[in-house]
């Protein structure tokens, strides 16, 4: 069974800092990671994702993330916040195998400061 | 990756009462899921369906309290029978379309039971 880990249900920056929201995955085999972001009120959207191609994943509106198998880590950056980018951040994992169903961490809401 | 249609968008229901959500999906897909997000958490895997056969439920979740059809690969509605003010939500259903492509939600159906 796989499951997700995300530390800190709650970041805050300051507007032009750097974001970094972590993510820590559990699972038996290969796994396939996903960033999606909830705005208030409206559903998910999906950021960005890794399926065992490069390790360094690029997304939507500026955010990135690296698959490090080492740390079982999916942590999501973005190199200078925006005001827009505060939201519900939710990590995923599934796998090709079995019922490929999505688990999800917890969530963290990112909080920009002006 | 698909549209997803679901409605109602929200609705205001009466304990005991039953509501169906529906769920409609602009192509065909093979498996559909239905998540819970209730105030403040992250999102829960109510149930898996499969067009032509049997709903799989999660643990915690029961087939009598939450009833599925899966009538077509385009379409499936989810039930909250019985209702109380704990399944006080947002309902949403997603699809998958190869797990290397995401997944992809509804904008979710925000269920206040009074």
């Known amino acids: 069974a796989q499951s997700v880990t995300q530390l800190g249900s709650h970041v805050s920056v300051s507007e032009g800092a750097l974001v970094l929201l972590r993510c820590n995955y559990s699972?038996?085999?290969?796994?396939?990671l996903f960033w999606y972001v909830q705005y208030p009120n409206q559903g998910l959207q999906l950021l960005l994702k890794?399926?065992?191609?490069?390790?360094l994943v690029k997304g939507i509106n500026g955010f990135e993330a690296e698959f490090k198998k080492s740390e079982t880590s999916f942590h999501l950056t973005k190199p200078s916040a925006h005001m827009s980018d505060a939201a519900e951040y939710f990590c995923?994992?599934?796998?090709?195998?079995?019922?490929?169903?999505?688990?999800f961490g917890q969530g963290t809401r990112l909080t920009i400061n002006p | 990756s698909a549209v997803i249609s679901q409605k109602p968008s929200r609705d205001i229901c009466q304990r005991g009462t039953s509501l169906t959500i529906q769920c409609q999906v602009d192509s065909q897909v093979t498996m559909m899921f239905w998540y819970r997000q209730q105030p403040g958490q992250s999102l829960t895997l109510i149930a898996t369906a499969n067009q032509g056969s049997e709903a799989t439920y999660e643990s915690g979740f029961v087939i009598d309290k939450f009833p599925i059809s899966r009538p077509n690969l385009t379409f499936s509605t989810l039930t909250v029978s019985n209702m109380s003010p704990e399944d006080s939500s947002i309902y949403l259903c997603?699809?998958?379309?190869?797990?290397?492509?995401?997944?992809?939600f509804g904008s979710g159906t925000r269920l206040t039971v009074v």
């Open positions: 995923a994992v599934t796998t090709s195998q079995g019922a490929q169903k999505l688990v």
């Open positions: 997603s699809v998958e379309r190869g797990s290397t492509n995401g997944y992809t």
């Open positions: 699972s038996s085999v290969p796994p396939y």
């Open positions: 890794y399926t065992s191609a490069a390790t």
